[in-house]
């Protein structure tokens, strides 16, 4: 036999495979592109991260993909095979209106207070305090998933499809200086010498209509329940806001001031494990589905925890 000869030499690796069990023999798994952008065959996180790769959803996997958010593209536009643009060079134009509330800022200050010995005053904080952007996907990270339809002669009451996610509250954090981007949750936020957790002022679940039955935030490492969401459809009437298929999703919101008449926010420590359950209507399939959580929190730094622990113990000992 005749060898050719190769111009270049070095180093690699053998991979040994076991004779008598299954193996993975392509390592790199199956690549492909949609579009002509490339497709990430490792989108979805193992559980207990996300429920959609165990569950072998097809929004997992290009060779399975069957339709939702990288088939509509910036420029591209959703037609059938034999349908030709209408509106080639023409833009649509819309209009969006938005209404933003807000309180008026005030700066924090000292006052003396007669029950504080020592010439010791109490700090009155500023108010409101800033909020962090927290952010999760119960399709974790996926960003999109796959609605399978139910067993055929499944009444349409237990069609029902379920996915759920399990994170720390640490994950949610980024340790850099807010306003750097929009993940950044400030220098520190993850150390817990100097961040003791995050109290929840806002929680907005966001799914998609037609399908959507509810979404639930749980504390899991307790089991309490603190956030639960189901749409409010329109009820048909001439009324402003609840016409036909006119759908609401509404946040959940804490204060911790009482006379707003609203919750106060429980402290959630860096390693409070957070569970999401996402429940939909299967009856019929859909692509494109989502099942995030978008929050606005408080950081409660460690030496505040600290001085109300100490403050407590001295009112124990006073008794």
Known sequence: KVFAQHCGHGPSQLVFLPVNEPAKVCQAGIRGAIGGNEFNNHRCLPFPGSTLDEQQNPTCRVETYAGGLSCCRDGVSLL????EQPWPDQYLEYRLKFRFYFQEYQAGKSRAVEKLSNNEVAVIPASPKPLVRLYRQTEAWAGEYDIPQC????????????????WTV????????MHDASICTG?????????AGIKLIYAGPHCHAGTCLSMELYNADTGQLLCGMEPVYGRNSSETYQEEHFLTIPPCLWSENSNDGLLEP?????????????????TLPHTGEMASWQMRGILVPAEDVAKEDNSKSNEVEEK
């Open 80 to 83: 059938d095979k034999e349908q």
């Open 151 to 166: 067993a055929k002669g499944t009444p349409p009451e237990q069609c029902v499809h379920i996915i759920t996610s399990r």
């Open 170 to 177: 640490r994950e949610m954090l980024a340790d850099c200086v």
């Open 187 to 195: 220098k520190g936020s993850t150390n817990a010498s100097q961040t």
């Open 266 to 282: 429980e402290l959630l420590s860096l390693d409070t494990t957070l569970l999401s359950v996402k429940r939909n209507n299967n």
